[in-house]
């Protein structure tokens, strides 16, 4: 255990080098396309990903056709480990743009406000980022103002890269395979669409992509996406009293029905919500796409029982008027499946005690490709990145927290090999 973290002490970290470079990289995915990956420019950082794995003597280095990388890092024990994997996803997220990204790196922070250059209104503040609070004397990179950072998920990229640079530099810290996989689409819901299951084959993984220094999180929402399909009665507004029935407005009076207490600005913890996420049509038809999510999927239920009788309550006002609810599933709570095999997440805080950080076991109100990984087979916790205000033109990530991160993935691998037979 000390014999890592002395080995760290002399090492040089090459994870800021490849983050800066990485960032750089317009990976912005996109929900309305209907390729896969959804941006082909996702592309261009898988391809860069697979020469600097082979370069480090990585096997197995690939891109497929749809854009994933895989790789591996043979086993150097004659323990029977089980294969483990580590994961991140490439893309960007379609909210704020991630294209010619500008990093920052801000040397030692003393807690003063953080403005962005290219844009004097960005400014962060302990206010408003209190886990600046604990950035003292470290190193924070931003971006430039005008876009996301990346960091979401750069910097788990970057940092699984530099473990295994560490690892393959380091042959006497024993560990089992590791797999390594980089997904495309996360951000869209579709990372883990086209994974290649038998080309990963492996048992166990953790996601790196989660935030604060520590925390490795077990439990994610279950998550259902609704429609609502709304077809109204459209007549010429100039002779329109009491015939036209305006689908518009009907869905209007259906998202204002919403329960107020149940929506993700009113809402935080463990606490359900229902959240319209895009309209679309005329006064004809009208089309809305909510998304429901919960801890507990009784709950979940209720969220869409509760869309169901507000729809219903407000068409009945409408009879030339109908309306159509279709609910499908999108991932279900990953701590479903991480409780039949604890040990996952038992070795991943022990790492993180390893890598000399208080570990902080949470919830993440969203989910990860951990969610679906874990259901097809492969539980999947996540591990802490450091990756603070994403999807925000004031996401920020902090030198000092990749690094441990680094040292948690490169424990975790020890620890695995420790506790085989």
């Known amino acids: 255990m000390n014999t890592i973290n002395e080995q760290f002490k002399n090492y040089t970290y090459t994870v800021v ?23 082909e420019k996702q592309k261009d950082l898988a391809r860069v990903l697979v020469e600097e794995l082979k370069a480090m003597g990585m096997k197995n280095a690939e891109m497929d056709e749809n854009g994933y990388v895989y790789a591996e890092l043979p086993s150097n024990t004659n323990k029977q480990v ?23 790196i801000h040397k030692n922070y003393q807690g003063q406000n953080i403005v962005l250059p290219d844009d004097p209104s960005q400014v962060l503040t ?28 750069k910097a788990g990229v970057a940092e699984i890269m530099d473990a295994m640079n560490f690892l393959i530099q380091h042959p006497e810290i024993k560990h089992g395979t590791i797999k ?9 819901g579709r990372g883990t669409e086209k994974i290649n299951l038998q080309k990963l084959n492996a048992q ?22 609704a429609i609502v399909e709304i077809q109204g009665y459209s007549t010429h507004p100039g002779l329109a009293k009491n015939k036209m029935e305006n689908a518009l407005k009907i869905a209007a009076e259906i998202i204002d029905l919403l329960p107020k207490d149940k929506a993700p600005e009113t809402t935080e913890k463990k606490e359900p919500f229902i959240h319209p996420t895009s309209i679309q049509g005329n006064i004809d038809k009208v089309e809305i796409h909510f998304i429901l999510r919960a801890f507990e999927e009784d ?38 499946v991480l409780d039949q095999h604890p040990f996952v997440v038992d070795y991943a805080i022990e790492a993180i005690k390893r890598a000399g950080i208080k570990p902080v076991l949470s919830s993440v109100r969203g989910g990860t ?21 994403f999807h925000s033109k004031q996401e920020w990530v902090s030198v000092q927290d990749m690094q441990k991160a680094i040292q948690t993935i490169v424990h975790l691998a020890s ?3 420790e506790k085989a037979k």
Not at 90 to 97: A, G, K
Not at 180 to 188: L, S
Not at 319 to 324: G, R
Request: with cysteine; glycine share 6%; hydrophobic share 35%.
């Open 126 to 153: 302990v206010e408003n980022h209190p886990e600046l609070k604990n950035q003292i004397g470290n190193d924070i990179i931003t971006a430039s103002g005008t876009t996301l950072l990346g960091a979401d998920n």
């Open 299 to 336: 709950t979940l239920r209720s969220m869409g029982i509760i869309l169901q009788s507000i729809v219903k309550q407000v068409i009945q006002k409408y009879p030339k008027s109908s309306a159509n609810v279709t609910i499908k599933e999108q991932y279900r709570n990953m701590k479903l």
């Open 82 to 104: 089980p294969t483990i994997f580590f994961c991140a996803h490439m893309d960007t997220s379609p909210d704020c743009s991630g294209k010619n990204v500008k990093p920052i």
């Open 204 to 225: 166990y993984g953790y996601t790196i992509d989660g935030e604060t220094l520590g925390h490795i999180e077990n439990e994610t929402f279950s998550a259902d996406m």
């Open 369 to 389: 490709d951990g969610s679906r990984l874990s259901f097809m087979g492969l539980p999947c916790p996540n591990i802490f990145a450091g990756e603070h205000a």
């Open 415 to 417: 620890i695995w090999e």
């Open 17 to 39: 080098d490849r983050f800066l470079k990485y960032v750089q990289i317009d990976t912005q995915s996109d929900p309305n396309s209907t390729t896969f990956p959804s941006t």
């Open 180 to 188: 390594v996989v980089f997904t495309p689409d996360e951000e869209v």
